[in-house]
């Protein structure tokens, strides 16, 4: 392997381990419950859909949705695997995997699904241009998912 091979290897792998931290992180964020830090994961123009509502377009609209989103009391908790990841240049997409618990109404909520995102270069590193989340189901703990119908 010469050295620009080996350049090549090294700068892909170190941009996929970057994208993977940038979903870990907002993982992260999301369970300590830091709205506006999870909006700087995203490009100034970046968007998320959520699937709750509209989708949530800049990062100033997302700042204010995330803070409102990541209330206490619904102790979101995100755990991310599964990340595949397809490069391309400055700009690559990705799925990453989620398993989810919560709190609504004083029950324990279980869910699953994944995220459907694309990524781009800045000079800050690598931010989201976009993300959207796709859930599986989201129901209460003690009545279990099978037999129920995707959300």
């Known amino acids: 392997m010469n050295a620009a091979d080996l350049e090549s290897v090294v700068r892909e792998l170190a941009d996929r381990d970057a994208i993977r931290d940038l979903a870990c992180r907002y993982a992260h964020l999301v369970w300590q419950g830091h709205g506006r830090e999870m909006a700087e994961l995203f490009s100034e123009d970046g968007w998320m859909d959520t699937g709750l509502e509209d989708p949530i ?20 908790q995100p755990f991310v695997h599964n990340h ?6 400055d700009r690559a997409t990705g799925t990453a995997y989620i398993d989810l618990r919560s709190v609504q109404d004083a029950r324990s909520m279980i869910g699953s699904g994944f995220y459907e995102d694309e990524y781009i270069r800045t000079a800050g590193g690598w931010r989201f241009a976009s993300r959207r989340l796709t859930l599986r189901f989201l129901v209460p703990l003690a009545e279990g998912w099978a037999g129920r119908p995707r959300v």
Request: glycine letters at 12%.
């Open 57 to 76: 377009h800049g990062r100033g609209a997302l700042a204010a949705a995330f803070e409102r989103l990541v209330d206490p009391q619904i102790d979101l």
């Open 84 to 89: 595949v990841i397809d490069l391309a240049g």
